[in-house]
């Protein structure tokens, strides 16, 4: 079994920065599962954010969505199972619960991912 647990949610004003991170754990965890950032706003369906892929060794490919290109990044800590999730000019929109996912395999949809964290909030005022 694998565990994630997100931290870093919090308010930002617009045009300012969050940095939210990701504790994975468990006995299967593996460098090579793909781990990636999920969002859901109220009303609305959960969607992608970002993710990382593994390639070989400490090597992955990062993956974006649209809407946070240019202002988010994604990282990871392979020696701490971590990921990161920094959040640069953020808009009100961008308002949402934040999940962090892992699994063995995975990129851009949720349901390609097994193990989720309880998510964390971040709101941004205009």
């Known amino acids: 079994q694998v565990r994630v647990v997100e931290s870093g949610g919090g308010l930002a004003q617009d045009g300012g920065s969050l940095r939210l991170s990701c504790q994975a754990s468990?006995?299967?965890?593996?460098?090579?599962?793909?781990m990636g950032w999920f969002r859901q706003a109220p009303g609305k369906e959960r969607e992608f954010v970002a993710a990382?892929?593994?390639?070989?060794?400490?090597?992955?490919?990062?993956h974006y969505a649209d809407s946070v290109k240019g202002r988010f990044t994604i990282s990871r800590d392979n020696a701490k199972n971590a990921l990161y999730l920094q959040m640069n000019s953020l808009k009100p929109d961008d308002t949402a619960v934040y999940y962090c996912?892992?699994?063995?395999?995975?990129?851009?949809?949720?349901?390609?991912?097994?193990?989720w964290g309880q998510g964390t909030q971040v709101t941004v005022s205009s």
């Open positions: 996912a892992a699994g063995e395999k995975g990129k851009s949809i949720a349901d390609e991912y097994d193990y």
């Open positions: 468990g006995r299967t965890f593996s460098r090579s599962y793909a």
């Open positions: 990382t892929t593994w390639i070989a060794g400490n090597s992955y490919n990062v």
